[in-house]
């Protein structure tokens, strides 16, 4: 079966820092997520990308950056972190039609 | 805009007793509906998903049907366990432009089962 790896599990940062979140999967699914988890607030799609190379903006894509670098890795730049985002970061993929999705473990960031 | 809507961010219950996990949802497209558990500290997984043939999804004793007429796909089971403690998401996918799925979740539930 495939895996979603998501690395670092732990990430603390500084205010303002940049930090970058990565995300790999072995399924050769097209279309990759990264969401966004708060207790109360569900998964808040981030960014998205259907292929290689595309990004396409979630409803909460201000203040990150992302890049689809190859088919497999989808990585995610938090641009200035601010200690109102700690959450956790959730990596997923999906075939084409959305109907089969896996999710990575998570990214926990602290921002210090 | 898409939308998922769950109404209750926690229920808690006895052993035993029925399961249901309320979702509503609003889109433009004929999307596909599906139910997601977390257990703590894992990833999410899919526990339920819509068929287009009026067919009910079961897994592990729960159930949901699809009802377009109310926009509903509510998540149940007949007898709660222990090991259902988990956080429940309702989420629906559609076909965005590029032929490709985007994939909304609601707040989620917490579902607590107690002896």
């Known amino acids: 079966g495939g895996i979603i790896t998501q690395t670092p599990k732990f990430l603390i940062g500084q205010e303002g820092q940049k930090l970058t979140l990565k995300c790999q999967q072995n399924?050769?699914?097209?279309?990759m997520y990264w969401y966004r988890q708060d207790s109360g607030k569900g998964l808040r799609l981030i960014y998205y990308s259907i292929t290689e190379n595309d990004l396409q903006k979630g409803d909460l894509s201000e203040g990150y950056d992302a890049s689809r670098e190859k088919k497999s890795s989808f990585s995610l730049t938090v641009t200035s972190a601010q200690k109102n985002e700690m959450a956790v970061f959730l990596c997923?993929?999906?075939?084409?039609?959305?109907?089969?999705?896996?999710f990575g473990k998570g990214t926990r960031l602290t921002v210090v | 805009g898409d939308s998922v809507t769950q109404t209750e961010g926690l229920v808690t219950l006895t052993e035993g007793l029925p399961v249901m996990l309320n979702c509503t949802y609003q889109?433009?497209?004929?999307?596909?509906l599906f139910w997601y558990v977390q257990h703590l500290n894992e990833a999410p997984k899919l526990l339920l998903k819509s068929f287009t043939d009026n067919k009910r999804p079961e897994h592990q004793g729960f159930h949901a049907t699809l009802h377009k007429s109310s926009s509903s796909f509510h998540l149940q089971k007949s007898s709660a366990q222990l090991s259902d403690s988990a956080l429940y998401y309702c989420a629906l996918s559609f076909f965005h432009q590029g032929g490709s799925a985007k994939l909304i979740f609601g707040e989620g539930t917490k579902l607590t089962v107690s002896s």
């Open positions: 399924f050769n699914h097209d279309t």
């Open positions: 997923a993929s999906s075939n084409r039609a959305g109907t089969e999705v896996f």
């Open positions: 889109s433009t497209y004929s999307p596909f």
